[in-house]
């Protein structure tokens, strides 16, 4: 862990004990968190982003954004669908995506995910055809190889109709995609993470496009200020949907 990082989570930790120390003292609770559904004091700082995670379960801006999303039914779980969830590590969603007739976690490391008994998946060979009416991947599209085989491969594999919700790190830049021989060193360096191979911009509408996706912008920026920093949501989520019935 680097040193930078080892403030972020000491620095994260005083804020969070913070919080509950407020919470217990009687702070007023006018604050909601719709990944874990309790009312708190707020949200303890991590990094630069003062209303990062929720004391309670640790949910990150992004996580609560889609929570808000399947709440006020601006998303839908296919009940009666199958969903593949990629790199289940948020819990609440590996709750609310369980109640699908099908419910697939997965990752290409599962060892990584076994709060949620997630299957080895690699999407990169995924053959499935027609099979998935929802795929949820957050943070999961920056780390692949090739991510036109990849988008190809999951719009193959979902139903006619059938959702995809992405979330991925932004820049205000175009995309930029790695190369083969950069080092771990110099991904860390130029995306931010050892493990990206790539930095999206705004243009990843036109990646979605590309394999035949109709895309929604879904931005924490364009909902109701009020509900926003009451439940500290951030980030955006595009929601790809394959046409059809
Ligand atoms: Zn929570």
Redesign the pocket.
């Known amino acids: 862990m680097s040193l930078k990082r080892v403030r972020k989570v000491l620095d994260a930790h005083l804020t969070k004990r913070a919080l509950v120390l407020r919470g217990a003292l009687g702070a007023d609770r006018n604050h909601f ?1 719709p ?2 559904e ?1 009312r708190i004091v707020g949200f303890y700082r991590f990094g630069n982003t003062s209303d990062w995670g ?1 004391p ?2 640790g ?1 990150s801006p992004r996580e609560r954004l889609v929570n808000h999303l399947i709440s006020t039914q601006v998303l839908r779980v296919p009940e009666n669908g199958s969903v593949l969830h990629m790199a289940p590590s948020e819990l609440s969603l590996v709750r609310r995506f369980s109640v699908a007739r099908e419910y697939v976690p997965a990752d290409l490391e599962p060892a990584n995910y076994t709060a949620a008994r997630a299957h080895r998946v690699d999407l990169m060979t995924l053959d499935d055809v027609g099979r998935f009416d929802l795929v949820y991947a957050s943070h999961v599209l920056e780390h692949v190889p090739d991510d036109h085989v990849v988008l190809e491969n999951l719009h193959r594999a979902m139903t006619p109709g059938g959702e995809a919700w992405f979330l991925v790190p932004l820049w205000r830049k175009p995309t930029e995609d790695g190369t083969p021989d950069m080092t771990a060193r110099e991904r860390e360096q130029r995306f931010g993470q050892w493990d990206h191979v790539r930095q999206y911009g705004p243009d990843i509408v036109d990646r979605l496009a590309a394999v035949g996706f109709e895309v929604e912008d879904i931005a924490a920026s364009s909902l109701n200020p009020a509900d926003r920093s009451r439940e500290g949501l951030g980030d955006r989520l595009f929601r790809a949907r394959k046409p059809g019935s």
């Open positions: 968190c990944a874990c309790n929720c309670r379960c949910s």
